[in-house]
């Protein structure tokens, strides 16, 4: 199957463009990659992905940010504001305390908008300019609307946002809103409201910037070459897992395609590759229901549920990109209970490191692991945190400590701080 690891560079067909195309993932039906709009293969409904006739090695990288990995891009620029390059921070008292030889947080929050969704929408949208489409959509838990408000005011496109009603979180609608995009608050939850969306981009009402949308996954494929490049400056070594928040699962499939490409490339061996570990909310768990039952689909949930708003999702649109990657690297997925969530995120906030619920199911995860013994105290780690604290303030509020009233006189705060702790 073509997303073996080891599989063999593609070949190109008669209609690819600078040298990449499109390619479904069941059948292998090619297209030009931007000679038409289109979203999933016209002969068997499959997922697409973008292919290359030439990939790039490490050598090949240069420049800052996500543009930096041009080379490995359908498009030589995008509609930028800077993303990428965040921090690969260490987090000794985390690492200790977990049991890990090193743990690395790569905090994807400190993006442009607060999120990895930048990355996407720094190719998607510069693949819809040059579309020429004159409105963009997408619906969302909050960081996609708040990246493609944000992506298409810069780029001087029309937005629209399809929200589930009252399952935002306060900092994602205030930057859809600021930035501009129509917002639709919908009554239903987010798996609904992605099913309105493609129906509307279906009709060429709007181009669709969710993660369905192959280009926006080549964008967020530089995490993982980030994480990479970053093992080899500081330690010399790739990490052996790389623990990820699993929502669409976009990133699980956008990172273990970075991973394919760099084997295809020779520029890394199969027994390099991190071990793909996705961390699902035990309310919205339906890819660690697949991997544990060995399947190959997963099972839509109706209902989900989980503080972790940015991962409540119940049907997984790139599973069929993301499971062969747990799969073939070797991973696995683990679910974690909002209280392990929230502990997470106050062991990571005790570090400096400041995210919001979502991100810290990465770091709930790995202890979680850890403890089971499926993760290894030799193991060399990179945890993703996928948003800044900032993008859920009440859920940051209710974690952390209480602000204390006193009055505006010395004595009173001295005796306060005296008789409290
Ligand atoms: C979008 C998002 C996720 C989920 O990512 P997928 O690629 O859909 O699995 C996780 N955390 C945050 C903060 C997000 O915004
Ligand atoms: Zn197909």
Same mark, same amino acid.
């Given at each position: ?347 990571? &906030?005790?570090? !400096?490191?400041?995210? $919001? /619920?979502? *991100? +810290? #199911?990465?770091?709930?995860? %790995?202890?979680? =692991? ?26 940051? &509020?209710?974690? !952390?400590?209480?602000? $204390? /009233?006193? *009055? +505006? #006189?010395?004595?009173?705060? %001295?005796?306060? =701080?005296?008789?409290?702790?």
């Amino acid at each position: 199957m073509s997303l073996d690891l080891a599989s063999a560079p593609p070949t190109p067909p008669p209609d690819a463009e600078n040298g990449s195309w499109l390619a479904c993932i069941e059948c292998g039906e090619t297209h030009a990659p931007f000679d038409a709009i289109r979203y999933r293969c016209d002969d068997c409904d499959g997922l697409l992905e973008v292919r290359y006739a030439d990939l790039p090695t490490f050598e090949d990288f240069s420049g800052r940010g996500v543009w930096r990995y041009a080379d490995a891009l359908p498009l030589e620029a995008g509609v930028t504001i800077s993303e990428g390059d965040t921090p690969l921070y260490r987090a000794p008292r985390l690492e200790s305390d977990i049991g890990v030889e090193t743990l690395r947080i790569k905090h994807e929050g400190m993006n442009p908008t607060g999120s990895f969704k930048d990355r996407g929408m720094t190719v998607g949208v510069a693949v819809a300019r040059e579309l020429g489409v004159d409105r963009l959509a997408c619906a969302s838990t909050g960081n996609t609307s708040a990246a493609l408000a944000a992506y298409g005011s810069r780029a001087g496109v029309e937005t629209l946002v399809l929200l589930p009603a009252g399952k935002v979180a306060a900092g994602k609608v205030a930057q859809a809103s600021l930035h501009g995009a129509r917002i639709l608050e919908v009554d239903g939850n987010f798996d609904a409201c992605l099913d309105v969306v493609q129906s509307l981009a279906a009709g060429g009402e709007a181009y669709l910037l969710n993660s369905l949308n192959p280009f926006r996954l080549e964008g967020q494929k530089t995490i993982g070459l980030e994480i990479l490049e970053g093992f080899r400056a500081d330690d010399g070594a790739h990490p052996d897992r790389i623990v990820l928040p699993v929502g669409n699962a976009g990133n699980t499939a956008a990172l273990y395609k970075a991973f394919r490409e760099l084997v295809q490339a020779g520029a890394l061996a199969v027994d390099e590759v991190p071990k793909l570990t996705g961390v699902q909310a035990a309310g919205a768990a339906p890819m660690v229901e697949a991997v544990e039952n060995g399947a190959d689909a997963v099972r839509r949930w109706d209902d989900v549920e989980t503080r972790a708003t940015a991962i409540r999702i119940g049907n997984p649109v790139n599973a069929p990109k993301a499971l062969p990657g747990i799969r073939e690297t070797g991973g696995t997925a683990v679910a974690v209970a909002d209280e392990e969530i929230t502990t997470a995120q106050r062991d990571l &906030a005790s570090e !400096g490191i400041g995210v $919001e /619920p979502a *991100s +810290a #199911a990465s770091v709930a995860g %790995l202890r979680k =692991l850890r403890a089971d013994g499926v993760v290894g105290a030799d193991e060399r780690v990179a945890c993703l945190t996928t948003g800044h604290l900032l993008k859920d303030p009440d859920a940051a &509020a209710a974690a !952390g400590r209480d602000p $204390e /009233p006193v *009055s +505006a #006189a010395v004595d009173d705060v %001295l005796a306060h =701080l005296e008789s409290t702790e």
